[in-house]
Structures are given as C-alpha cells and as structure tokens.
Nanobody, 123 residues
Framework: QVQLVESGGGLVQAGASLRLSCVASQLTFSQYAAAWFRQAPGKKREFVAS????????RYADSVKGRFTISRDNAKRTVYLQMNSLKPEDTAVYYC????????????????WGQGTQVTVSS
C-alpha cells in the first residue's frame, strides 16, 4: 500500500524556520512529481510548492516565494519543504502529494496524499 508520511511540523515563533519531510513508500518515487499543500482552519486547501520528477523544476505560490524551498532526494524517496522566515499566516496543516502527472499534483488531483503535519507560527 502506497503511503506518504509527513514529519517536521511544530510550534515556532514568527521568523523561525522549519523543515518538513515527506517519505514515500511502495512507489517508485523518481517517477512521481510531488507537491506541498496547506490548509488553515476554515480555509480551503491551497497549493504551496511543487517539484518535478528529477527536482530540476520547482514552482511556488506567491505567498511563500523567496521564503520556502522545495527539494527532493529520490534515493531516500523523500520530498522536503524548507520554510524560513515563518509568519503567523503560515499556520496550517501541511500535506504532501504525489502523482505521475505534475499537472494533476499541482491541481490538487494527486493520486496519493499524506496525512498532514501541523505547523503553528506564533506572533
């Protein structure tokens, strides 16, 4: 059974950094595009960042551009989200997603999703 398991969330103060990880199992990870999404209380899930199969291409939401970095290590079947200069408005549950189609994964239509990890940023 395919699983995506996120970790690295927590409670931090504004301006701090966190690195989220998402480990995939039971799939050939190098054949999947990946993305991070987030959902704050009372809000819709929103796209944060995506990365191509090889990691050579990345895309970011305007709200996180310049502060967040997505990367991947296919040998470890892991995608990362380095989050710097965190703001209270970054508070959300963060989900990773994977799909063979980058278009699908960016459109929130990915075949596989993790269970989420909570990030809370205090002011």
């Amino acid at each position: 059974q395919v699983q995506l398991v996120e970790s690295g969330g927590g409670l931090v103060q504004a301006g701090a950094s966190l690195r989220l990880s998402c480990v995939a199992s039971q799939l050939t990870f190098s054949q999947y595009a990946a993305a991070w999404f987030r959902q704050a209380p009372g809000k819709k899930r929103e796209f944060v960042a995506s990365i191509s199969l090889s990691g050579g291409s990345t895309r970011y939401a305007d709200s996180v551009k310049g502060r967040f970095t997505i990367s991947r290590d296919n040998a470890k079947r892991t995608v990362y989200l380095q989050m710097n200069s965190l703001k209270p408005e970054d508070t959300a549950v963060y989900y990773c997603a994977a799909d063979t189609s980058r278009v699908r994964v960016e459109s929130s239509l990915a075949d596989y999703w993790g269970q989420g990890t909570q990030v809370t940023v205090s002011s």
